[in-house]
C-alpha cells in the first residue's frame, strides 16, 4: 500500500482548484481539516451497523466506499500542506470499529501537529480495510473521483 502516487495526483488537483478557484490554497488549510471532519461523518452515516442500533438497515457498499475516498482526498491534501512526502503504513492495534471511529474524529480536531498525521493515516487505511475495501479498489475509486473532481473545477462547480 503507498500513496506516494496519490500524494502528487493530489498536489495536482488542489493546485487546479487554487487555480479556477483563484485563490492561496495555504489560506485554506483549516477549511480541509472541516471537509474531512465532515466527509469522514458522512462515512460514518453509512455505517449503519457501526451505531444505528435502532435500524436493520445495511451498509451501502458503493457509498460508503465513495465517502470513504472523499476523506482520502483531504487526508492526501493535509499531507501536502504538512510536506509529508514518505509514509509508510503500519496498522494500528485496535480492533473495534467504534474505538476507531472515535479516535479517527479526535484525531481529526488535532490533524495540524505533525506527530497526529501518521497515527491519523494509519487509523483511516484500518478503518477502510475493516470496511472491506482493498487497496486497489480504494485506489481506483480514488483516481476516478479525482478526474470528477478536476471536471467540477473545469465546469465552474
Do not use: C
Request: charged residues 30%.
Amino acid at each position: 500500500m503507498s500513496l506516494q502516487d496519490l500524494f502528487a495526483t493530489q498536489k495536482d488537483l488542489d493546485e487546479h482548484i487554487g487555480k479556477t478557484k483563484n485563490i492561496d490554497m495555504e489560506n485554506y488549510k483549516y477549511e480541509r481539516v472541516i471537509a474531512l471532519q465532515v466527509e469522514f461523518n458522512e462515512l460514518l452515516n453509512e455505517l449503519p451497523f457501526l451505531f444505528k442500533y435502532w435500524t436493520n438497515k445495511k451498509m451501502d457498499r458503493s457509498k460508503a466506499l465513495e465517502e470513504y475516498v472523499d476523506g482520502i482526498h483531504f487526508i492526501l491534501s493535509i499531507g501536502n500542506d504538512l510536506g509529508v512526502k514518505k509514509y509508510e503504513y503500519k496498522a494500528p492495534n485496535v480492533h473495534d470499529m467504534r474505538t476507531l471511529a472515535v479516535g479517527i474524529n479526535n484525531m481529526i480536531t488535532r490533524l495540524y501537529r505533525h506527530d497526529v498525521y501518521k497515527d491519523l493515516v494509519d487509523h483511516y487505511l484500518l478503518f477502510g480495510e475493516k470496511l472491506g475495501f482493498s487497496w486497489e479498489e480504494i485506489e481506483q475509486a480514488y483516481f476516478a473521483k479525482n478526474e470528477t473532481n478536476h471536471k467540477r473545477q473545469d465546469e465552474g462547480y
